[in-house]
């Protein structure tokens, strides 16, 4: 049963192309590949976020509030109409990461968007979280806003399944065309070869973990793939303006 439920911290760092044989021969002594990402190969991750038609929830959040949400859906890989994804809630508290999310049919989450979080409910989903993301629904009024996806490889440790470190690369986004099913197509969000790692665990970070950061320079970086997206896309809007002013 897929996990619906996680509460971590998540830190973020960026990796240049040349240092990732290095970093991967370490991590691949103390963690377990993802089972898609068997011989180093990376899978994608697919994301609709949703927010008011004035963009209140990434603009409150580029603010860095102590308590921010968001609210997304999510494919592993490229979707039929008609597959499975994941509707999530996804909160952050001083730090602490609590996402929720409910199993549903693509069709059904633009249909619960849609109608202001009305839907029939079905024996598969989380029913509490539903109930959650109808409340935020209704508040915010939430309209689809941006496509973002991105290829990653993800690993486990071996001994501390709670420990997740992800790398993530080719993040791109677009404004159109804002369904799933409709592909990976966008523009780049970070330079060609470069990397965001995601360490993600509830407890403190292993020393072979922290040696391995220290000995490549590897530092923390503050990076939201929404929030950059978002200032792009003000940027671009900006310079529009100017064009035709």
Same mark, same amino acid.
């Given at each position: 049963?897929?996990? =619906? ?12 192309? =040349? ?7 370490? /991590? =691949?002594? +103390?963690?377990?590949?993802? %089972? ?5 190969? #990376?899978?994608?991750i697919?994301? /609709? ?19 921010k949400e ?6 592993y890989? @490229? ?12 909160? %952050? ?8 999310? #409910?199993? @549903? ?7 619960? @968007?849609e109608?202001?979080?009305? /839907?029939?409910?079905e ?10 993301l ?23 440790e071996k ?9 993530? /690369?080719?993040?791109?986004a677009?404004?159109? +065309?804002?369904?799933?099913?409709e592909? #990976? ?13 995601? @360490?993600?665990?509830?407890?403190a ?22 929030? #950059?997206?978002f ?5 671009? %809007? ?8």
């Amino acid at each position: 049963m897929a996990i =619906e439920v996680f509460n971590r911290f998540e830190k973020k760092y960026f990796v240049k192309e =040349e240092q990732m044989t290095r970093v991967l021969s370490e /991590i =691949e002594k +103390h963690m377990t590949p993802d %089972k898609n990402n068997l011989n180093r190969e #990376t899978y994608s991750i697919c994301n /609709i976020y949703f927010d008011t038609e004035n963009d209140d929830l990434i603009r409150s959040s580029l603010s860095k509030p102590v308590y921010k949400e968001k609210v997304r859906l999510r494919t592993y890989g @490229i979707p039929k109409k008609d597959d499975i994804a994941f509707l999530e809630i996804k909160k %952050k508290v001083q730090g602490l990461v609590n996402k929720r999310r #409910t199993k @549903i049919k693509i069709q059904d989450a633009y249909r619960f @968007i849609e109608n202001g979080g009305k /839907i029939g409910v079905e024996q598969y989903m989380n029913v509490q979280v539903l109930r959650e993301l109808s409340f935020m629904t209704q508040k915010y009024k939430l309209y689809p806003k941006v496509m973002i996806a991105y290829d990653r490889m993800a690993y486990f440790e071996k001994q501390n399944p709670d420990l997740r470190v992800s790398f993530d /690369i080719n993040i791109r986004a677009r404004r159109n +065309h804002l369904k799933l099913e409709e592909g #990976t197509q966008g523009e780049a969000l970070l330079e060609a070869g470069m990397w965001l790692m995601e @360490i993600k665990t509830s407890k403190a970070m292993p020393l072979w973990l922290t040696g391995l950061l220290s000995r490549e320079q590897i530092r923390p970086v503050s990076f939201s793939k929404y929030g #950059t997206e978002f200032k792009n896309y003000l940027s671009s %809007k900006k310079d529009k303006e100017v064009i035709y002013a």
